[in-house]
């Protein structure tokens, strides 16, 4: 069983009020000053518009092949096949 | 025969303590959980069966345990003791992680302020019980609700607690449905948790690029202990949202995080040595552990209350209970809990915004009591 006088004592020989009111009082600065920032990040990013502007998303193109392409990956394909099956190509 | 009979003597068998068969029944015990009711089973797992193999009796004399130097599991163990696991995995974290929701609501970050309340209250009780103030900073930082934060601060303050630091930080992370929602009940009115949420405004992907420089700066410069998690976490999500590192993002929040989740959570689990873990000490930080995660919600939801009484857009206090940063289970409680008030009232997005908080404040807190605890 604990005495509560020592445990008492323990808090504050530990500086315990001392380092959760400090430790709240960081958190909670850093974290408002990151909802700060946070908050003021569209002006501030629309202001420097110029030298920072929204990166452009490569997004995959999905065209069919076009008939030159397709021409030249069945000659290439002929030609690997004679190739390896040692008849010249044709 | 005599060999017959020495063998006999060297099995586990017969040199069993009754302590490694309760550790063994709780590593049985963390599977069920984990497969029968999915609670945090890809952590649960892995440390319920560490628990096991480090509950079978060792032979003197030849380097087996987490605690034998030159063993397998002495090795793997390195990577807890020195506080190296908990920064990789934040990177997998950073890099999975969207932080859209917080960006558009700014207002809701200090939710995840709030919740920090947890680890500094259970600092004090962890001092009032007798434990040292470095003890009693590893064990307070249970109540952020962050398993890698807690072992990376017990790794640096009280090494010899970081077993059971571990497995009540991950315990109770399993058990945030079962803690959470009846504090949540009893601190709202039925009408505050009907209160709805404005839909959240698109984010930009500048924003989401520039963020992870921004937050990692305040935190980092404030406190710098919290560099090496805020900044692996920060790191992974640059990764992310710059959109030209794909491949190393999804290395990161893939194999990366899973390799190194398995290594710790083995590892951990291996460190439960009867003979280490079960002590007076132990069943003082679980029930501290479960205290801390009580307060923690409670200041989470209670902030939003205060909240409430200076702004006109009402925030719905069960979003506070977010704030501890067990992400995202207790997003999804919410959720639960405001679904069950009114169907249509989709809480989820919101909840993300405190809990992602709630992530980095914790990591700020263990960077703080680092700090002023270093010898």
């Known amino acids: ?90 | 025969m005599d060999l017959f009979v020495e063998f006999i003597g060297t099995t586990g068998f017969a040199t069993m303590a009754w302590g490694n068969i309760l550790m063994i029944l709780i590593g049985l015990v963390f599977i069920t959980l984990a497969i029968t009711k999915h609670y945090e089973p890809l952590l649960l797992l892995p440390i319920g069966f560490g628990a096991i193999v480090g509950n079978i009796p060792t032979i003197p004399g030849m380097a087996l345990s987490v605690y034998d130097e030159g063993s397998v599991l002495h090795y793997l163990y390195f990577g807890v003791r020195q506080g190296i696991y908990p920064p990789l995995i934040f990177l997998g974290i950073g890099a999975m992680t969207d932080f859209s929701a917080m960006l558009s609501s700014p207002r809701l970050v200090l939710l995840g302020a709030a919740a920090q309340i947890g680890i500094f209250l259970t600092l004090i009780g962890a001092l009032y019980l007798g434990f040292t103030p470095e003890e009693a900073g590893a064990i307070g930082i249970i109540g952020g609700a962050d398993g890698p934060t807690a072992i990376f601060l017990s790794a640096k303050l009280a090494p010899h607690l970081i077993g059971a630091i571990a497995v009540a930080a991950y315990s109770y992370m399993a058990l945030v449905p079962v803690i959470q929602p009846p504090i949540m009940k009893l601190l709202t009115t039925r009408k505050e948790r009907l209160i709805r949420m404005p839909p959240p405004r698109q984010v930009s992907l500048r924003e989401r690029i520039v963020f992870p420089i921004a937050a990692f700066l305040i935190a980092a410069l404030i406190a710098p202990g919290s560099l090496a998690l805020v900044g692996m976490l920060m790191f992974g999500n640059l990764l992310k949202e710059s959109g030209v590192t794909d491949r190393l993002a999804e290395t990161a929040r893939h194999a990366f995080i899973d390799i190194v989740t398995i290594l710790l959570g083995f590892s951990v689990g291996a460190s439960t040595q009867a003979q280490t873990f079960l002590t007076p000490e132990s069943l003082s930080i679980f029930g501290l552990g479960a205290l801390s995660f009580a307060i923690a919600t409670a200041g989470g939801v209670l902030f939003a209350k205060f909240l409430n009484l200076f702004t006109k857009n009402k925030v719905n206090p069960l979003l506070g209970a977010a704030g501890v940063s067990a992400v995202p289970d207790s997003a999804r409680v919410v959720q639960v809990v405001g679904h069950a008030e009114d169907p249509h009232n989709h809480l989820l997005m919101h909840a993300m915004a405190p809990n992602v908080a709630g992530v980095i404040g914790s990591a700020i807190c263990a960077g703080m009591l680092w700090s002023v605890m270093v010898k």
Do not use: C, K, W
Not at chain 1, 63 to 69: K, S, V, W, Y
């Open chain 1, 1 to 90: 069983m604990i005495d509560p006088q020592a445990g008492i004592q323990n808090i504050v020989d530990g500086q315990g009020a001392a380092i959760a009111i400090a430790g709240m009082s960081i958190v909670f600065a850093a974290l408002t000053l990151i909802s700060v920032v946070i908050a003021l990040l569209p002006r501030i990013l629309s202001r420097i518009e110029g030298l920072f502007p929204e990166p452009v998303v490569a997004t995959p193109r999905s065209r069919a092949a076009p008939i030159e392409d397709l021409t030249t990956v069945a000659a290439a394909a002929a030609a690997y096949h004679a190739a390896r099956s040692g008849v010249a190509p044709g």
